[in-house]
């Protein structure tokens, strides 16, 4: 009787299963998850020849003691979100810091 082990992988924050999709085993049968493919978006209008886009999201440096690289769908949109305010503040703050340079001129 042969007994198989199914392998999962997990949200490295939530703990939240990543969909089987993406996981996959290399030539020696070793299992691991597909990240670039787990991360990249399709376009349904190519931009410059482009199909898809890679969204990488990864919470903490890589030398913080906590670092979470592989995250579900919940957790990326969330710390994107996030990511995304703090381009627009710089981007705003960006914009009135020229506005004041004209304002000096």
Known sequence: MSVTTRT??????CQKELPDDYATTDGNGKGY?????HDTIPLETPIAG????????????????HHF???CDECRLKFLRMAVEHLEAK???KGADNER???NV
């Open 8 to 13: 999962t992988y997990n949200c490295d924050f």
């Open 33 to 37: 998850y597909v990240k670039k493919a």
């Open 50 to 65: 482009c199909t898809g886009f890679v969204v990488e999201v990864t919470l903490g440096r890589p030398k913080d003691d």
């Open 69 to 71: 690289t592989d995250l």
């Open 91 to 93: 981007v705003a703050n």
């Open 101 to 103: 340079k004209e304002a």
